[in-house]
Structures are given as C-alpha cells and as structure tokens.
C-alpha cells in the first residue's frame, strides 16, 4: 500500500478542452457545482475528492497531487451555459472535487475568469478554498457579491502546525488562511470557516475546536459550518496509511468504523451518535462566539443585480469549517457508538 509522502509532490498538468463547466447537484445546499481543475497539488490525505481521479484510471494517491488537469476553456465554455434562456442563475458552488485557488490558479487564472463569468450574468456562487491566493481576487468578488451574492467559505481543519504539515503538507500554514479571511473580510467579501473534515481523535478536541472557532470569529467569519470525516474505500486506504505513519494512536477507531485496508466496501460516513455530539459541541461553540451556520449568497445590501447582462432571479452563497484537537484535550472519540 501505498504511504503518504511528507513532502510536497512536484505536479504534471496537462491542458484539457472541457465540454461542460457546470455540474447538476442533488441532494446539496447548492444547485450546481463548477470545478476549473482535477487534482489537486494540496495534498490533502483526507480528501474524499480522490476518487475523481480513479474515474481517469489514475491512482488516488500520489497521482492525485502530481497529476494534474487544467480546463483551458472553462470560462469559455460556462459563458456559453450561462448565456442559455433556460439558465435560471441558481447557486453555483467552486471547488467541491479540487481546490480551485490551489497553485496552479496564478499560472491558470481560471477560477478567476469563471468568477468574472458569473459576475457578467448575475449567477451567485460561492468559493471553498485553502489556498491564500483567493485574496488577489478580491475585485470580482467584491462585484459578484454587489451584484448577484458570493461569498468565500476558508477551509480549515485545525490550528495545530503539526497536523497541518502531516496531512495538507501542500497547503498554506492555517496562520495564513486566517489572514487571508481576515483581508476577505476587510475588503467587504462576505466570508466563513469550512471545518471540514474533522478527524475524531486528531482534531476534534474541545480545546482544539474552541480555539479554531474563536480564531474564525476573530478574523471576520460570519459563518462556520462544520463536517465529520467521511471516507470512500478507496480514499480510506490511502488515508489510514497515513494515519499508520502520523497518528498511529488514533488508528484502530477508524478501522473499526471504516474497514481495514484493501478489505470490501464497509461504512463511508462517521456513525450518526458521533456526528450528532459534533454538531452540539460545534454549535456551542458558533453561538458562543457568534457566528452563523451556512449562508446562502443574495447581493449585498445596495446592490444592482439587475445592471447585468440579463436580470434574474439572485440565489445562495454559503459554507464553512471543523476542528482540532490538541495533545491531553478530551476527543468526540469516533469509537463510542462501536
């Protein structure tokens, strides 16, 4: 089995024609997804949006980080979309199967050409990234939030360096997505916390959870919602190789819960006693320090919705993140309901 690396995996793009930018999604806060990449460089081990790539034939793995596919004409093509008579301007969620601010966006600028795309025809969307370098879009954000509702949710999982570097060793420290949030905040972007997965046993310890949320608050999330860690066969071997090298403390929970390595297809989703005690301790916590849950995109107050190409109907925005959990902090522990 494979073993997560430590260090940062150097990617291989490769330049894709797509023929759909927009995604239909059931089921979700949002009506449609929007994705400018495949692959992601951050590396997440956790990440459930691996199984995107065994689709191509390519491994979960390393292959997820280093192999890399950039959608040169999507912006081209969701104008295209946008531009239809049917199209009703419903909630369009990036980066739900890759981080569309991840490095290759400042080569790329795909995600902002999309950004500009919807801010063209009035579509409210909102943003889950990492990565920091959301804040150099802050001019279209600005302008889809006045005109149709958009928002930025800043995916963070734990305060803790360690955790940080183990399992999102291609991500930016959790110090600088707090600042970023902070300047997304400052500069009038509507913006929250995605705490998502959190990790029984590894992040989600009270101490560790109050001071991410406290530290969301802090630096101008107006929203925070928070998920259990969920994992697909093929992403849970990979992760529990990690977990094997990094936290072999917290390993045999998981286990029981998900299956061992290579065994068939058992639980996908954390049990449902465990997921219910996170949502009370993380909604202590949001009302502790006032924050909301997800919130849907609408333009912001003073806006002008209608001064773009086409008038229409101005839908949602919203997410936000988990926890963390620090050395001796008492856990959730995933194994209760075993």
């Given amino acids: 089995m494979e073993r997560p690396r430590r260090e940062r995996v150097s990617a291989h793009v490769t330049e894709v024609r797509c023929k759909q930018a927009l995604n239909r999604v059931r089921g979700m806060a949002f009506a449609w997804s929007l994705n400018p990449y495949r692959g992601c460089a951050h590396h997440c081990t956790y990440c459930y949006a691996r199984t995107t790539h065994a689709f191509l034939g390519l491994d979960v793995g390393l292959d997820f980080a280093s192999q890399l596919f950039a959608k040169v004409n999507v912006a081209d093509v969701l104008r295209a979309e946008l531009a239809r008579p049917a199209w009703k301007r419903e909630q369009v969620a990036i980066g739900t199967s890759t981080d569309p601010y991840q490095p290759l966006e400042g080569r790329?600028?795909?995600?902002?050409?999309?950004?500009?795309?919807?801010?063209?025809?009035?579509?409210?969307?909102?943003?889950?990234?990492?990565?920091?370098?959301?804040?150099?879009?802050?001019?279209?954000?600005?302008?889809?939030?006045?005109?149709?509702?958009?928002?930025?949710?800043?995916?963070?999982?734990?305060?803790?360096?360690?955790?940080?570097?183990?399992?999102?060793?291609?991500?930016?420290?959790?110090?600088?997505?707090?600042?970023?949030?902070?300047?997304?905040?400052?500069?009038?972007?509507?913006?929250?916390?995605?705490?998502?997965?959190?990790?029984?046993?590894?992040?989600?310890?009270?101490?560790?959870?109050?001071?991410?949320?406290?530290a969301a608050a802090d630096h101008g999330a107006t929203w925070l919602w928070a998920g259990a860690v969920h994992l697909e066969p093929a992403v849970r071997d990979y992760f529990l190789s990690s977990l094997a090298e990094h936290f072999p403390q917290a390993l045999a929970p998981y286990v029981r819960v998900f299956g061992p390595p290579g065994a068939p297809a058992g639980a996908r989703y954390s049990p449902k006693a465990y997921v219910e005690r996170l949502r009370d301790r993380v909604g202590e916590l949001k009302e502790r320090y006032g924050l909301s849950e997800r919130r849907r995109p609408a333009p912001l107050e003073g806006g002008d919705a209608a001064d773009v190409a086409g008038s229409g109907a101005n839908l949602p925005l919203a997410e936000l993140p988990a926890a963390t959990a620090s050395a001796g902090a008492p856990s959730l522990q995933l194994a209760l309901p075993l």
């Fill in 108 to 214: 790329y600028r795909l995600t902002r050409a999309c950004l500009e795309a919807l801010a063209d025809w009035s579509t409210p969307a909102n943003v889950t990234t990492k990565g920091t370098l959301v804040v150099r879009d802050v001019d279209v954000l600005q302008t889809l939030a006045r005109r149709a509702g958009a928002g930025v949710s800043m995916s963070l999982i734990s305060l803790d360096e360690d955790v940080w570097r183990r399992l999102e060793p291609g991500t930016p420290p959790p110090r600088q997505r707090l600042l970023a949030l902070r300047r997304l905040s400052d500069a009038g972007v509507p913006a929250g916390v995605a705490l998502a997965p959190v990790l029984p046993g590894i992040t989600d310890g009270q101490a560790a959870l109050d001071a991410l949320v406290r």
